[in-house]
Structure formats: structure tokens, C-alpha cells
């Protein structure tokens, strides 16, 4: 086979962990349309769902109910009982008795302190207009979230020795994604040279729990000590560097792009660029989010963009005591009050076309680009801009270009940023429908999965492409079955089908579909990502058909080895990989010369042309 000046970039697994379930094997797809799903699949996605939480599979209810936007559970914390502390002051002198060990060093000057006949204890005496820091509880605003399926805990999967939440789930989920690509990751390995592996993963917040940086901050206002893995492993990129380090192995391109709410479709951008560019020929790309902790809910509602219990009680006409639905928290283009947060952890496989076809991998898709524009001048960071209008056109007019018109106009659905906020609502229909009427398409499919699974943040666009993946294999594009069938006022529809119930297309029924994210700061992204279907045509008048032939003889052992992962975790019998501290290389192990590096007998050739030749 010839190389492409530009390679495609196939997508070859999918894995993952969210409120809908686990990602391999389509199962959190089916959680978001399980109403049309047939009996077959419906009862292994609720297999699947038991592994994870312990429920049993026949208790449909039970396991339906513990996935997906809800109340917060508790797994994580009480939402009603959030330790803060008091400010008070004295208002008169005060004694009291403590240990000599536990007075402060130094003694505030105006204490007064005396001995006891006890040698142990001494007598304190504080003067008025002391103040003093009280340990109290108080209930958060906000109680809906889109949290893992309730029970599943992934650090107990593995040996996670008190890693931040957010690393427990990249171990799962990355985990997830290889096991079930149907291709030995040591084959790959093998064909592919080291420096032709990227991994770009991350979060947009960093690990904030009690192991990573939110313990860290916290530590001495709590009166603990910092220990010595909060700060190392609350690094934004750590789901990078534990994938390389634990799960691949890799020696390759790595790091994360961190941009807000569009997080994902940096990282996204970074690995089709590698691929495209030949740099790279594998690329593992993903995010991990695990937000949903007091403190990040309480900014986030202070800023009044969550969806608090009272504004959910006043849209829905209930009194101050009733409980809302909180299964209906989220509700883009519709009357809404704000975005619900939410944790997940989603990572994609991605190989160029060659190799792909070379191996046999199952192909889910292709990226064909990704868009990524500021919004210019600002009257408020958090404000939208002007930037998203020329994400979206671009990844529309790449899509036409490569699929022609037709493709556009009648066989193409936005997976929107859709985030439940009446800002989001007004602008993103604003811009999504002025793209639909420059490209003369009459009514564009839009669906918003954050209606289910929450907004999680640096993972929003991933939670899209594993709804895409699954809309393509099924043929059922979810709909925004949150707002009663009822769209907002104020939204911009004149050429947008806003989804309000699941849409049957059948298999081949789209073609593609944009992937959208507006970040916080102005950073906006847009992915144009085409359908298995077409990637294989493309890919049959690239190749021909007897190449593609033969890619299929391949691919019925790949299926089979996706079967038997398949089979291995509906039965429990598999677990995260997680190699700490194997195969590690040592000094002794690299050898240097002019021309290359050789790693444990692993070749890679240094450059040996001058790119700037034309400058010399």
C-alpha cells in the first residue's frame, strides 16, 4: 500500500466509565436509548450495569435508577452534611483547659497561659474579641450530579495505593478502551516504532478529591498533614502519564491540552493532527474528570450556573419543601436553570488507515479534523463569543468538502455542547442555525447527551463521540427527553430539528456528525467525524477492494478476540491493567549513537535531514 500525503484517522475502541455505565461494547449508549433497544442487548447492558454495581441484572428498575443524572447518591459524600468552618469571635474572657502538647506554637501573645498541678494541662486564658474557626455542617444548594453507576468504586479494581479519584477512573477506563480493541497492544507495539505512539489525556480541573490536590490544600486548615502523593498526582496531565506509565508502557508524544469544557477535542486535535501528519501511527486520547466534590459544586453554584434544588422547585411549580426531579436537572433548549455536573472518564484508540487495515481493527468511525477558535474581544471571560461560529463552519465545510452536500444537508446531526444554561440555550441555537442556513440545510438533527450524563467538563465532548459511536452502530440517535417535549422560547430553530425524542435512522442512516464544545475563557472546539460506513468507502476507493477484503478476513479474528473481552467482562472475570513498576528500563538497557537510540533493543532513528534546508 502507498502512503497519504494525509492520513485518516480511524477510530478503532472506545472505553470508558460515566453515569451511563461502561463504554466498551456500546453498553453506555444503550443506557441512553435503552427504550429502543431489543431484548438482547437491553439485558447485557443490564449485565453489564450489575458487574459494575452489584445489583442484580434482573432487577431492571434497581439498576436503571443507580445510572445517569440523579440525586446525589452519597457514595461520595452527604450533600446535606458538608463539613465547613464557622468564624466566630468572643465576646467576653474566656478560660479553658488544654495539653501542653496541643498549644500553639507561638502562643498568641494575649493569651494568658498558667500551670496546673496536672504538669500535662494548663490553663488558657483567651481575652474577648478572640477568633476562633468552629467545625460546623450545612446542606449544599445543589444536589443533582452525574455520578458513576451508584456502587461502582474503580479503585477497588486495582492496587490504586490512595490515588485521586480521577487517576482510579483513567486506570478503568483507558483499561477499557485497550481490552477491548481485539488487538494484542504488544502486537501493536511491536509494529509500530516507539516514537509513533501519542497519548494525550488529562483533565480540566485537575485531581481535587482528598488524594490529590483538594487533600492538599486542605490539609493543614483541617489539622492533617500533606502527604507526600497529593501534589505529585493532582497534576492536570497525570491521566496522561499513568497511561503511558502503567497501562501502555509507551515511550511516545504525550501530554494534555487543557481548554475548559472543550478539553477533549484538544487532546482530540493533537492525536489527529499526529496521525495526519504521519508523526504518529496509534494515539490513545482522552480525558478523566472527577469533579463533582463540595467544594467545586458550591463555586460553580455560587456562580449561578448549576441547576440548585430551589430554581429546579420553581420551574417545576413545587413547594419549598418538595424534592425536585432531579433525573430532569439538565435541560438543553428547554426552560432550564443551569448545567449538572458530572464525572467520566472516556478514551478513544486511534490508528491511521494503514495500519488499521494492516491489523484488522474494527473501524467506528474517522476524525477527519478538528476546530478550535478563541472568541476575540470579551466583554466577561465567561461570557460566549464569536469564536464558536467559526468552529462549527469550518467543521461543516470540511465535512461537505470530503462527503459532498448531500451528505451535509440530509445525512449529518450535531452532537451540541447543549449544557442546560438559558446562555447556552440562545447561543448555540443562535449559531448552530445560521451555520444550518449559510450551508442550506433545511432541518438539522441536534441531540445533547449532557441531558443524561452531566456536564463533565474536560470530558463533555468525549461523553458526544461515545453517544456518536453508538448512534451509528444502533441507529438511534438520542433525543433531549428531559424537557417534555417542549423547547424554550427564546432558542433559534428556523432550520434545526432540536431532538426531543430518540430519532430511528437505521444504521447507514447519517453520515457524520459535529461534535461541539464551548469552554469557559472562550475556548471553542468542533470535530467533524464521518461514519463507519463512509470511512469504509473512502477507504475502498483509496485502497481498493481486494485490500478491503482482506482487511475483513482480519477483522473476524479481531471480532473474535472483542468477543472473548466481551465475554471476560460480563462474567467479572477481568480487571484493569495496571503494570506498576514492570518492564522498566535502565541505564543500562540504552545505548546512544549518531544515528539512534536502542531501548532494551528497541531501535529509534534519530533525524538525519535538515528541515530548515531551504534556509542554509
Not at 73 to 86: I, S, W, Y
Not at 523 to 534: E, L, S
Amino acid at each position: 500500500m502507498s502512503r497519504l500525503s494525509t492520513r485518516l484517522p480511524l477510530i478503532v475502541a472506545q472505553g470508558g466509565i460515566g453515569p451511563a455505565g461502561r463504554t466498551s461494547g456500546f453498553h453506555a449508549y444503550r443506557r441512553l436509548v435503552m427504550d429502543k433497544m431489543d431484548t438482547a442487548d437491553a439485558m447485557a447492558t443490564l449485565n453489564s450495569l450489575s458487574r459494575l454495581t452489584g445489583i442484580k441484572a434482573d432487577d431492571r428498575d434497581g439498576l436503571l435508577n443507580a445510572t445517569l443524572v440523579r440525586k446525589l447518591d452519597g457514595t461520595l459524600f452527604d450533600a446535606d452534611a458538608v463539613l465547613r468552618h464557622k468564624a466566630l469571635n468572643t465576646k467576653g474572657a474566656s478560660e479553658m483547659l488544654l495539653s501542653r502538647k496541643q498549644l500553639p506554637i507561638p502562643v498568641p501573645a494575649s493569651w494568658q497561659v498558667t500551670d496546673t498541678q496536672d504538669k500535662a494541662l494548663v490553663k488558657v486564658t483567651i481575652p474577648e474579641g478572640q477568633p476562633m474557626l468552629i467545625p460546623e455542617t450545612f446542606a449544599l444548594p445543589v444536589h443533582a450530579a452525574g455520578q458513576l453507576p451508584t456502587g461502582f468504586r474503580p479503585e477497588k479494581l486495582y492496587a490504586s495505593r490512595n490515588h485521586p479519584r480521577g487517576l482510579a477512573m483513567t486506570v478503568y477506563g483507558a483499561s477499557d478502551a485497550v481490552s477491548s480493541m481485539g488487538v494484542d497492544w504488544d502486537v501493536l507495539d511491536k509494529l509500530v516504532s516507539p516514537e509513533q505512539v501519542s497519548v494525550y489525556a488529562g483533565s480540566s480541573m485537575s485531581q481535587l478529591d482528598q488524594n490529590g490536590n483538594g487533600g492538599l490544600l486542605q490539609a493543614r486548615l483541617k489539622g492533617k498533614r500533606v502527604t507526600s502523593k497529593q501534589l505529585p498526582l493532582g497534576f492536570a496531565e497525570m491521566p496522561a502519564d499513568f497511561v503511558n506509565a502503567y497501562i501502555l508502557g509507551s515511550l511516545g508524544s504525550t501530554g494534555t491540552s487543557m481548554g475548559a469544557c472543550a478539553t477533549f477535542l484538544y487532546n482530540l486535535r493533537h492525536a489527529v493532527d499526529d496521525i495526519q501528519s504521519g508523526r504518529t501511527r496509534v494515539a490513545l486520547v482522552g480525558n478523566s474528570e472527577a469533579p463533582i466534590t463540595p467544594e467545586v459544586i458550591e463555586g460553580y453554584a455560587t456562580m449561578g450556573a448549576l441547576a440548585s434544588d430551589k430554581a429546579l422547585r420553581a420551574l417545576e411549580g413545587l413547594a419549598e419543601s418538595a424534592e425536585p426531579d432531579y433525573r430532569k436537572a439538565c435541560r438543553p433548549f428547554g426552560e432550564n436553570c443551569g448545567f449538572t455536573l458530572a464525572e467520566s472518564a472516556q478514551f478513544f484508540v486511534l490508528m491511521d488507515d494503514e495500519l488499521a487495515l494492516e491489523v484488522g481493527a474494527e473501524i467506528l468511525g474517522s476524525v477527519a479534523g478538528v476546530f478550535v477558535n478563541a472568541d476575540g474581544p470579551k466583554k466577561s471571560i465567561s461570557g460566549p463569543g464569536a469564536g464558536n461560529y467559526l468552529t462549527v463552519a469550518r467543521a461543516a465545510a470540511l465535512g461537505r468538502n470530503i462527503l459532498g452536500d448531500e451528505s451535509l444537508q440530509r445525512r449529518s446531526f450535531v452532537q451540541a455542547h447543549g449544557t442546560g444554561t438559558a446562555q447556552n440555550r440562545v447561543t448555540e441555537s443562535a449559531i448552530l442555525d445560521d451555520v444550518a442556513a449559510a450551508f442550506s440545510i433545511e432541518n438539522w438533527t441536534v441531540s445533547a447527551v449532557k441531558s443524561y450524563v452531566g456536564h463533565s467538563l474536560a470530558t463533555a465532548a468525549a461523553d458526544q463521540m461515545m453517544s456518536t459511536l453508538g448512534a451509528w452502530r444502533h441507529g438511534v440517535i438520542p433525543g433531549i427527553q428531559t424537557i417534555g417535549g417542549v423547547l424554550a422560547d427564546d432558542i433559534h430553530n428556523q432550520n434545526l430539528n432540536l431532538l426531543t425524542d430518540h430519532l430511528e435512522t437505521g444504521v447507514n442512516g447519517m453520515d457524520m456528525a459535529l461534535l461541539n464544545a464551548k469552554g469557559f475563557g472562550g475556548n471553542n472546539a468542533t470535530a467533524t467525524v464521518i461514519a463507519p460506513h463512509k470511512t469504509q468507502d473512502m477507504l475502498e476507493r483509496r485502497y481498493g477492494k481486494e485490500a478491503m477484503a482482506l482487511w475483513a478476513a482480519r477483522n473476524e479474528r479481531v471480532s473474535a478476540r472483542q468477543a472473548e473481552a466481551e465475554s471476560l467482562k460480563q462474567t467479572g472475570e477481568d480487571s484493569p491493567i495496571y503494570n506498576f513498576g514492570e518492564g522498566v528500563i535502565t541505564p543500562e538497557e540504552v545505548s546512544v549513537s549518531r544515528e539512534k537510540v536502542v531501548l532494551q533493543g528497541r531501535e529509534v532513528q534519530l533525524p538525519t535531514e535538515n528541515p530548515f534546508s531551504d534556509y542554509c
